[in-house]
């Protein structure tokens, strides 16, 4: 069983940054797909960004803003957000592929 926990997340204006993170259990960090995730109140889980062997892949809504990568080392996971908008509030999840997630980070952008 694979564990991710994510952390980073909190309270921000609009037009700042926040770095989350999430840490794997397991030793294959880097092998498989792994992505973030967010789900704003009312509406579905969407993805935010995913990363396989170094390729990423970014939603429109975000591209130019977040980058996301990877500490293999570190087994970690991490999603950099700048130039945040009050529409990026959100919980935000760490996934890896085979249907393994995190509890979820609470990110808010509000003057």
């Known amino acids: 069983q694979v564990r991710l926990v994510e952390s980073g997340g909190g309270l921000v204006q609009p037009g700042g940054s926040l770095r989350l993170s999430c840490t794997a259990s397991d030793n294959f960090f880097g092998i498989y797909l792994m992505g973030w995730y967010r789900q704003a109140p009312g509406k579905q889980r969407e993805p935010v960004a995913t990363?396989?062997?170094?390729?990423?892949n970014y939603a429109d809504s975000v591209k130019g803003r977040f980058t996301i990568s990877t500490d293999n080392a570190k087994n970690t996971l991490y999603l950099q957000m700048n130039s945040l908008k009050p529409e990026d509030t959100a919980v935000y999840y760490c996934m890896r592929a085979g249907g393994y997630w995190g509890q979820g980070t609470q990110v808010t952008v509000s003057s």
């Open positions: 990363i396989t062997s170094g390729s990423t």
